[in-house]
């Protein structure tokens, strides 16, 4: 059926080419030329154009050229014949117009050719474009998923670490309450020492527990809740938490909040969970006391909003060998700490879409940032 269509189609211009011909010649010749008709004569010699020109724009240059000879052909005999040279004398004029039929049909003959030349080229340029966007794309999703297996492996090395960094967390606990189990357990112990190791037993029991509950923090994927809420009544809260201590260490404590401030979207109970971190962290950096100062601002640079909570303290201030490590889990200095407090930070913040940053100097204060988008959708 396809093949047999495109045989027509292929048939179709020279049968309308040589209907034409036959038609405008026929005419041509039943007419002839008189002094009366030149009109008509007129007529059918520019109706010739119209096969040398359909031939020349359908096949080229070649087309256009036989085309010529054979209108030439076909025109000439009635013209320069005896009665078309008693009505137009000696011809020159008429083997001009001849002439003129050949420069029509090469003309438009290479003109046609050059335009299909041309198509052909943009044909080929935009077929090759097609293939370099291919080409494109295929790279693009192989990065993707390059990129997708790369962070697969960090995940399953992080996991690593962690796992590994748990287990020396709880063995070194385990081994201390064993340690004092087994000195409870000889008879010859005295009863003033066994209650001085029984507190010991509990305190590292204590710290087990909050090993075990602070990773499961960490480690647990929970959805945020989120709801609009005010930063400051947020942090008056946790320092209302905070209060005895604050009191007891004698810190003096500053607030700058911005008024009437954005209320960004939040997860309440877990960004409350982050800022009593940092805060634990600040009053535990200044046992002898201190100021601590709160701030909040909007921050409206690079064109998104931000809400800016910064937590600054007087105290102890961090080393600087120090510094690069303390987002990583089990990071401490202290001898009770668990090091999972700021990367639980870490971690709610970037689930907020929002970041943490963390400025310090060894005996100057500690200064830290936490950043929460305001016109963005926080995952969940
Ligand atoms: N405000 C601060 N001043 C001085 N050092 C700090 C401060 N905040 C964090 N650090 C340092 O970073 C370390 C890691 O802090 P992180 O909160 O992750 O764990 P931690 O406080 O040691 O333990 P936990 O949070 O379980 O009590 C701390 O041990 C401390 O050395
Ligand atoms: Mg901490």
């Known amino acids: 059926m396809g093949a047999q269509k495109v045989h027509v189609r292929h048939l179709t211009r020279p049968v309308v080419l040589a209907v034409i011909i036959l038609v405008i010649t026929a005419q041509h010749y039943l007419t002839g030329v008189s002094h009366e008709n030149l009109a008509l004569h007129n007529i059918h010699y520019l109706l010739y154009f119209l096969p040398i020109l359909m031939a020349a724009l359908w096949y080229g240059l070649l087309g256009g050229a036989l085309m010529a000879v054979l209108v030439s052909i076909l025109y000439a005999p009635v013209v320069f014949g005896p009665v078309g040279h008693r009505v137009f004398g000696s011809g020159i004029e008429k083997a001009l117009e001849l002439v003129l039929y050949n420069v029509v049909g090469w003309v438009t003959g290479i003109l046609s050719e050059r335009e299909r030349r041309e198509r052909e080229q943009y044909r080929r340029t935009a077929e090759e474009l097609q293939r370099a966007y291919q080409k494109l794309h ?11 297996q790369l962070r697969r492996a960090e995940r399953l090395s ?14 070194n606990p385990l081994a201390s309450i064993k340690g004092t189990a087994e000195i409870l357990q000889d008879p010859a112990t005295p009863d003033r020492k066994r209650a001085e190791f029984l507190h010991v037993m509990v305190e590292e029991a204590n710290r087990l527990n909050a090993v075990v509950a602070n990773f ?3 480690a647990r994927f929970k959805r945020l809740h989120c709801e609009q809420a005010g930063v ?3 942090l008056w809260r946790m320092l209302q ?15 700058h909040l911005m008024p009437e401030l954005p209320e960004p979207s939040l997860d309440v109970g877990q960004m409350e ?6 805060l634990l962290n600040a009053i535990g950096s200044m046992p002898d006391g201190g100021t ?9 640079t690079n064109g998104s909003r931000k809400i800016r909570i910064e937590i600054a303290d007087t105290g ?4 600087a060998e120090h510094l690069p490590h303390v987002f990583e889990p089990f990071f401490t200095t202290k001898s009770d700490g668990t090091g999972l407090g700021l990367s639980i930070v870490k971690r709610i913040l970037n689930a907020h879409g929002g970041s943490v940053e963390i400025a310090s100097e060894a005996g100057q204060g500690t200064r830290v940032t936490l950043t929460v988008p305001l016109d963005s959708e926080t995952g969940g």
Do not use: M, P, W, Y
């Open 216 to 218: 499961l923090e960490l």
């Open 273 to 278: 969970q982050a800022i009593l971190n940092v």
């Open 158 to 171: 992080t996991l690593g670490e962690l796992a590994a960094g748990i287990a020396h967390e709880i063995r």
């Open 138 to 148: 295929e790279q693009t999703d192989l990065i993707v998923e390059k990129e997708e």
């Open 292 to 300: 601590l100062t709160l701030s909040t601002c909007l921050d409206q």
């Open 241 to 255: 938490i905070a209060e005895f201590q604050l009191t007891r260490k004698n810190i003096a404590v500053r607030t």
């Open 232 to 234: 400051n009544d947020l």
């Open 316 to 319: 102890a201030g961090i080393a």
